[in-house]
């Protein structure tokens, strides 16, 4: 989607609620004259952790909303991005404000629409199917199942596929179909992972037969991965905060 910062229109980020903090492209940061500064927060990424600079924002525009903001600094070139929304902005509580009639939003209530390609916030959402989602204001994370296996995944509009953390404990990852090895872009760098065929994927009342996914070799991360909802083919998502549920509708 296209926001501003300041004077400086049309510059390209993307949604993705698999990411706790805001991204901002270091190029974007030099051209926009902005100062980035050392701050204490450790981010995992993959398997490693890192410490990135964070630069603050003042003038952030998406539309008709504008939010003040600190993003933390990254090299984005790969995601042919400006930009990255996390849930530091998604999820806040009182910081965003339509200017027309100045009122604040409480947007505790989200909706993600991939058809229209919009974004709403504060209004609810009567859809098809329901799953809950863990009260964790870091992530978002859901109970989804892989031949009846119970995993905790991470909802990431961010990710191309869905993606299992091979841990040493998950053996049975191994016994998936393999493709074929890829590397990833990551923070850090690049990351090596196995692509895979994913067979009854469960969530909630919806399920799919074969999915493409991802293995990673991690022993950091504390999930058991992350939910791709580009490989699911939702039409929509609306994502209730206060009553911890998402809601979504058929296939697109």
Not at 18 to 43: C, H, M, P, T, W
Not at 60 to 85: C, E, H, K, N, T
Not at 124 to 131: A, D, I, T
């Amino acid at each position: 989607m296209q926001g501003d910062i300041g004077k400086t229109r049309g510059l390209k980020f993307t949604v993705d609620t698999g990411a706790r903090f805001s991204l901002l492209d270091a190029g974007v940061i030099k051209r926009l004259g902005l100062i980035a500064e050392s701050q204490g927060s450790r981010i995992l990424s993959l398997d490693t952790v890192t410490t990135p600079n964070r630069v603050l924002v003042t003038d952030l525009r998406l539309g008709p909303i504008s939010a003040s903001l600190y993003f933390l600094q990254a090299d984005l070139s790969d995601w042919g991005v400006d930009g990255m929304i996390g849930l530091d902005l998604l999820r806040r509580q009182g910081c965003l404000t339509d200017p027309k009639p100045h009122e604040t939003l409480k947007n505790n209530k989200l909706t993600l629409d991939f058809q229209s390609r919009t974004i709403r916030f504060g209004r609810s959402q009567r859809l098809e199917y329901s799953v809950p989602i863990e009260s964790d204001p870091r992530q978002i994370i859901v109970t989804a199942k892989i031949l009846n296996r119970p995993l905790r995944l991470v909802v990431d509009t961010g990710a191309d596929m869905t993606t299992l953390f091979g841990k040493p404990d998950s053996i049975w990852i191994d016994t998936l179909p393999f493709v074929q090895s890829t590397v990833l872009p990551t923070l850090d760098g690049e990351g090596r992972a196995r692509q895979v065929e994913l067979p009854n994927l469960e969530l909630g009342n919806c399920h799919w037969g074969w999915t493409p996914g991802l293995v990673i070799s991690t022993r950091l991360q504390p999930t058991d991965g992350l939910l791709s909802i580009h490989t699911l083919r939702l039409k929509i998502l609306h994502f209730d905060f206060d009553c911890s549920t998402i809601k979504t509708s058929a296939l697109r």
